[in-house]
T-cell receptor, first 113, second 113 residues
Framework: SQQGEEDPQALSIQEGENATMNCSYK?????LQWYRQNSGRGLVHLIL?????REKHSGRLRVTLDTSKKSSSLLITASRAADTASYFC?????????????FGTGTQLKVEL | DAEITQSPRHKITETGRQVTLACHQT?????MFWYRQDLGHGLRLIHY???????NKGEVSDGYSVSRSNTEDLPLTLESAASSQTSVYFC????????????FGPGTRLTVL
């Protein structure tokens, strides 16, 4: 079964607006990562947040992590048409989980001009 | 520049045939992974390897096999292709650490008729 579940499944916004995507997971983690996938392409890593971190920024991206609720959010500020893509959260297996990741089902973001 | 490549990019085959999908990385990463991506399921892990001669089963390994004879390559073999294996397949690699992100190939779209 999927470790991570994203919400919403699809999101449509206007250019310049902010986009927020949420991820919930089930077991303990060492870190949580967010990836982007453009149509017909492979996934590209965006940002990693460790289990002892609560918030992390990278450019227009802001990620939060609440380990007590087993949830994370990805905020994209001042969105652009080029941000149109699917976004996936991915979690590791925690202690003893090795280096493999479990991906959620993704949020499809469409940014309209 | 280091990269990860997959071949072929598209493949059509018939039920019952053996198919091998190639994955080659020049990152010199120890870890390599194979995923399949289907609508509604996100990415699901098929097999993974933490180094030469090491292979492990993932979430959906039935009907698939891998072998790791060198650092650069992890070919995925479908022993007897089934229509349920029609999917997009992604290969990824990462370094050894728990904090390491995965680098994805461009994907192979496989159709089993």
């Amino acid at each position: 079964s999927q470790q991570g579940e994203e919400d919403p499944q699809a999101l449509s916004i206007q250019e310049g607006e902010n986009a927020t995507m949420n991820c919930s997971y089930k077991t303990s983690i060492n870190n949580l990562q967010w990836y982007r996938q453009n149509s017909g392409r492979g996934l590209v890593h965006l940002i990693l947040i460790r289990s002892n971190e609560r918030e992390k920024h990278s450019g227009r991206l802001r990620v939060t992590l609440d380990t007590s609720k087993k949830s994370s959010s990805l905020l994209i500020t001042a969105s652009r048409a080029a941000d149109t893509a699917s976004y996936f959260c991915a979690t590791d297996g925690g202690t003893g989980g090795g280096n493999k990741l479990t991906f959620g089902t993704g949020t499809q973001l469409k940014v309209e001009l | 520049d280091a990269e990860i490549t997959q071949s072929p990019r598209h493949k059509i085959t018939e039920t019952g045939r053996q198919v091998t999908l190639a994955c080659h990385q020049t990152w010199n990463h120890n870890n390599m992974f194979w995923y399949r991506q289907d609508l509604g399921h996100g990415l699901r892990l098929i097999h993974y390897s933490y180094g030469v001669q090491d292979t492990n089963k993932g979430e959906v390994s039935d009907g698939y096999s891998v072998s790791r004879s060198n650092t650069e390559d992890l070919p995925l073999t479908l022993e007897s292709a089934a229509s349920s294996q029609t999917s997009v397949y992604f290969c990824a690699s990462s370094e050894s650490g728990v904090w390491d992100t995965q680098y994805f190939g461009p994907g192979t779209r496989l159709t089993v008729l």
